[in-house]
């Protein structure tokens, strides 16, 4: 059966948004090093830049007294990557990270961690549905930074404790062989809450720069990188632009 060049484009892009949403890069997996806090520490960023952006632009709105009609869509498109990309991340440590650890390091108590995942998950539901709507009002928007600045407090404490978890008592216990083959697995679950590539692809990258987006972006295609997201893909996530670093 043959397969159209477009079909297997989307294959490797869904592939390589899949490899993003996981904890580490393959590119860095070689020996037995720091592999999974760096990658924690990438995705880590990618998820906590757009709290304080999305608290900075409300604040701009509320300081005005009115809503920034002419950008609401692209900020609409921000915030609902955001949490697309904090559900799949999370997603991907309960089904598939958070198991491997509990099944590799006898005793260990992750319990913790995942209480945070719960506690966030509604908060973040909350902020979707209070976007997501045709005319905001100010009245929303306050809503809307206050579930914003309660996700940033419970997500640096979060963050923060995931990322020493990780890096002192779980890493140090996984080989590098090990390390890839859970990427694998992450990988391909990533693909499944990786739509729309359009818009989750660039809100990865450009939430990142400087050395970050480099080594973010190590394992993927150059043309993806370089040619389709930012130029055949720009109509699709350009209203996002007032607030990535593209």
């Known amino acids: ?66 809503i920034d009609i002419q950008n609401h869509d692209g900020f609409k498109d921000y915030i609902n990557s955001l949490v697309t990309v904090f559900f799949g991340h999370h997603h991907g440590e309960d089904e598939i990270l958070f198991p491997t650890f509990e099944d590799k390091i006898k005793n260990s ?4 961690l995942k209480k945070q995942h719960k506690e ?4 973040t539901e909350q902020i979707k549905n209070k976007i997501n709507v045709e005319n905001p009002t100010l009245g929303e928007y306050r809503e809307i930074r206050s579930l914003l600045k309660e996700t940033k407090s419970l997500w640096v404490i979060h963050r923060n404790e995931e990322e020493e ?6 890493e140090p216990m996984l080989s590098s062989k090990e390390q890839i083959e859970l ?21 990865l990258i450009y939430n990142l720069e400087g050395n970050d987006r480099h080594e973010f ?21 350009e209203k996002m632009k007032p607030f990535l670093l593209a």
């Open 217 to 237: 972006t190590s394992d993927m295609p150059w043309v993806l990188k370089n040619f389709i997201v930012p130029t055949i893909w720009k109509s699709k996530w």
């Open 1 to 66: 059966m043959k397969i159209s060049r477009r079909k297997m484009l989307f294959q490797s892009v869904y592939l390589t948004i899949g490899s993003l949403f996981v904890p580490f890069s393959t590119s860095i997996a070689s020996g037995k090093g720091k592999h999974l806090s760096k990658g924690l520490d990438l995705i880590h960023k990618v998820l906590s830049r757009p709290l304080d952006v999305g608290l900075s632009h409300i604040d701009k709105c509320l300081s005005l007294n009115k």
């Open 183 to 203: 990427n694998e697995k992450l990988s391909k679950h990533g693909q499944s809450i990786s739509e729309p590539a359009t818009l989750i692809l660039p809100f």
């Open 109 to 112: 108590d992750l319990s913790k």
């Open 120 to 123: 966030l998950h509604p908060l």
């Open 165 to 170: 978890t990780v890096e002192l008592n779980l």
